[in-house]
């Protein structure tokens, strides 16, 4: 895997949130002596520094496909990072407490995309039961939740309330009537409302009867303009002279 050092330098001393970060004691590869380094673990990569304050980490240890086991050193709180392969390197760490090392054994043991997938898909697997039960149906139905489909809204036709409808549904207003009585036929209506003419097709709905307006709506429909501007008049002075009073009142009586 090809890593940009730049990248990896402005993303270890960011003000990103680490996972875990603190000092422990690496072995090194060369030399069997343990030097205390800082370490910082952000997402699956562990970096460590020479020192707290250092702005440049010293290395980085991808943390896929390995495993985080304890380890028999000369170190107290000792632990190791292994790598699957030959090759591979082991990187030897221990920490400065008891404490400290079960918290670091935890978050590293949690770090790869591997086991966030697995998390993952545990968790889908308990929502699915919380959904459709453990026995993957709805509510004891069996089958698959993919399987499972809702049934349509509305009432079961079954046979016998398929025969109870009649051949055509009367109308009122224009609107189907449905009539769900088993064996009872509803009379037809024959006034002209809705139904289909002598050729079969549909016969649109009457026209409503048109209002016919009353006498005085007819005298206030035929007023003239200038009956408007009188009120207009009328209720203008009245305005005015409320207005007039309101004044008077909040200038208080005169001495």
């Keep these: 895997m090809k890593l940009n050092e730049r990248s990896l330098a402005f993303y270890a001393t960011c003000d990103s949130?680490?996972?875990?970060?603190?000092?422990?004691?690496?072995?090194?590869?060369?030399?069997?002596?343990?030097?205390?380094r800082w370490f910082v673990l952000?997402?699956?990569?562990?970096?460590?520094?020479?020192?707290?304050?250092?702005?440049?980490?010293?290395?980085?240890?991808?943390?896929?496909?390995?495993?985080?086991?304890?380890?028999?050193?000369?170190?107290?709180?000792?632990f190791a990072i292994r790598f699957s392969g030959a090759k591979?390197?082991?990187?030897?760490?221990?920490?400065?407490?008891?404490?400290?090392?079960?918290?670091?054994?935890?978050?590293?043991?949690?770090?790869?995309?591997?086991?966030?997938?697995?998390v993952v898909r545990e968790l889908e697997k308990q929502l699915e039961e919380m959904r459709w039960g453990p026995a993957g149906g709805c509510g004891g139905c069996r089958g698959s939740?993919?399987?499972?489909?809702?049934?349509p809204l509305g009432m079961e036709r079954s046979p016998e309330r398929l025969l109870a409808l009649p051949a055509a549904l009367p109308k009122e207003n224009g609107c189907a009537v449905w009539n769900n009585t088993a064996g009872v036929d509803r009379p037809l209506d024959t006034s002209g409302c809705g139904g289909h003419d002598s050729?079969?097709?549909?016969?649109?709905?009457?026209?409503?009867?048109?209002?016919?307006?009353?006498?005085?709506?007819?005298?206030t429909a035929a007023e003239s303009p200038s009956t408007f501007y009188?009120?207009?008049?009328?209720?203008?002075r009245e305005v005015a002279r409320l207005q007039q009073d309101w004044l008077e009142r909040q200038r208080g009586p005169r001495p």
């Design 145 to 151: 939740p993919a399987s499972w489909k809702p049934k």
């Design 199 to 219: 050729e079969g097709n549909p016969r649109p709905p009457p026209l409503p009867p048109r209002r016919r307006a009353s006498s005085s709506e007819a005298g």
């Design 230 to 236: 009188r009120l207009h008049e009328q209720y203008g």
């Design 42 to 78: 952000k997402g699956n990569m562990l970096f460590y520094f020479e020192e707290r304050e250092s702005r440049e980490p010293v290395g980085v240890i991808v943390l896929e496909g390995c495993t985080v086991e304890l380890c028999d050193s000369a170190e107290e709180f000792a």
């Design 88 to 118: 591979s390197r082991t990187y030897m760490l221990a920490a400065e407490s008891q404490a400290a090392m079960e918290s670091w054994v935890k978050s590293l043991s949690r770090a790869s995309f591997d086991y966030m997938r697995l």
């Design 17 to 36: 949130p680490a996972d875990n970060a603190g000092f422990l004691y690496k072995r090194g590869e060369r030399h069997t002596a343990y030097h205390r």
